[in-house]
Structure formats: C-alpha cells, structure tokens
C-alpha cells in the first residue's frame, strides 16, 4: 500500500481544490469555455480578489492553467479528469444542465 501514496495525495488534492461550491461553479463555467477573472468574477457573483484566490487554488492542484492575453490572463481546464469528476457529481442535480450565472449566461 505503500506504494500507492503518491496517487493517494494526488486524490487528496484534487478533492481539496474541489471543497469549495465557487470553485466547482468556476470549472462547471470552465467546461464550456476557458474565461478571464472578469468574466468568472461576474459568472460568480463575487469580488475579483476572491476569484482570483479560488483561481490560484485550482491552478495550484493542476486542474486549470492560464494563457496570457494582451493584459487578461485566459483559464481553461488543464486536468481532463475534471470533465469527468464534475459530470458525475453534477449528475442528476436539479439545474445541473441548465445552470445560469448572475449574468444569466449558462455555466
């Protein structure tokens, strides 16, 4: 078993940048398509200093990475795996498919 505790931590990780609702709510936004801290920070509803936190935190366990624009740096999901997770546990959920932002954009 001891061999294993490499994928055990990275498990852990993953499931730690996961264990805030904005953060599930960003990389859902994510899915659709890769957005700038402008953009997220309208889709959630909260200040750009808080999104940008929540960003770092997912960019730090791997699961988006940033392209620089001009000034705006541009999220995407980085980690595949994260279709998969979120499609699973969003499953089902009422709203899950028609999920709107407080722009009134689908996320």
């Known amino acids: 078993m001891k061999e294993h505790a490499a994928v055990y931590f990275e498990a852990a990780k993953i499931f730690k940048a996961l264990a805030h609702p904005a953060r599930i709510r960003l990389l859902h936004r994510l ?28 960019k730090e366990a791997g699961l988006i990475a940033g392209t620089r624009r001009k000034t705006k740096i541009c999220y995407r999901i980085a980690d595949g795996r994260i279709h ?3 499609d699973s546990i969003l499953e089902g959920e009422p709203g899950h498919e028609e999920y709107r932002g407080s722009d009134g954009r689908n996320v």
């Open 31 to 58: 899915m659709e398509n890769e957005c700038c801290v402008s953009e997220a920070r309208k889709c959630l509803g909260i200040s750009q200093p808080n999104v940008s936190q929540h960003l770092r935190i997912l």
């Open 84 to 86: 998969g997770i979120l």
